[in-house]
């Protein structure tokens, strides 16, 4: 059973950093891509970064490029988010979300985490 | 960037009934790689169907996509109780990933 667990979530001032974490089991995971979305309170969705299984690339939205890094360590089998120069308006829950199929970062989201919330705020 | 633009932005309707739900994107998405969620309140989204028409693993039937193009079309025939939720699609075509705002659907 594939299961995506994040944590790290929690809250932090305006211009401070937060790393967040996803488990992964369940599949192979140096098989496929996982990104991060997050959702705003009330709002929608919103992909915010994304990894290729083997974690040579990397992807961003310009919304948080320069200030997010993602990351992944295949002898844990673990997703990371790293998010600096934080904003209130990174708000949000945030999830990782499996890509379906091996090899292509090309592809829609078949499983996804519970989230995990940030809030910053002072 | 592709914009995805989803309409109505909430559907009231009685259970039983036909909802009819649609997300227009500002250009072609190639190869139709367009998927639907389904989101409950405090819960993940779930994958509804990918490829604009193929539809999840353990999804009912009464749930169908069509489409192509820029205009994409979620059918839920007949309205069960827990089929009340919002519905998000979502381009794979291209980066950014781009979801559309979501279509509430609500009970009349």
């Known amino acids: 059973e594939v299961q995506l667990v994040e944590s790290g979530g929690g809250l932090v001032q305006p211009g401070g950093s937060l790393r967040l974490s996803c488990a992964a089991s369940?599949?192979?995971?140096?098989?496929?891509?996982i990104s991060w979305v997050r959702q705003a309170p009330g709002k929608g969705l919103e992909w915010v970064s994304g990894?290729?299984?083997?974690?040579?690339?990397?992807y961003y939205p310009d919304s948080v490029k320069g200030r997010f890094t993602i990351s992944r360590d295949k002898s844990k089998n673990t997703l990371y988010l790293q998010m600096d120069s934080l904003r209130a308006e990174d708000t949000a829950v945030y999830y990782c979300?499996?890509?379906?199929?091996?090899?292509?970062?090309?592809?829609?989201?078949?499983?996804w985490g519970q989230g995990t919330l940030v809030t910053v705020s002072s | 960037e592709i914009v995805l633009t989803q309409s109505p932005g909430t559907l009231s309707l009685s259970p039983g009934e036909r909802a009819t739900l649609s997300c227009r994107a500002s250009?072609?998405?190639?190869?139709?790689?367009l998927a639907w969620y389904q989101q409950k309140p405090g819960q993940a989204p779930r994958l509804l169907m990918y490829?604009?028409?193929s539809r999840a693993t353990g999804i009912p039937d009464r749930f169908s996509g069509s489409g192509s193009g820029t205009d994409f079309t979620l059918t839920i025939s007949r309205l069960e109780p827990e089929d009340f939720a919002v519905y998000y699609c979502?381009?794979?075509?291209?980066?950014?990933?781009?979801f559309g705002q979501g279509t509430k659907v609500e009970i009349k």
């Open positions: 369940g599949f192979t995971f140096t098989s496929h891509a």
């Open positions: 979502q381009q794979y075509a291209g980066s950014p990933r781009t």
């Open positions: 979300a499996k890509h379906y199929g091996s090899g292509s970062f090309y592809a829609y989201f078949d499983y």
């Open positions: 490829g604009a028409s």
């Open positions: 250009q072609s998405v190639s190869s139709n790689y």
């Open positions: 990894i290729s299984g083997g974690g040579t690339n990397t």
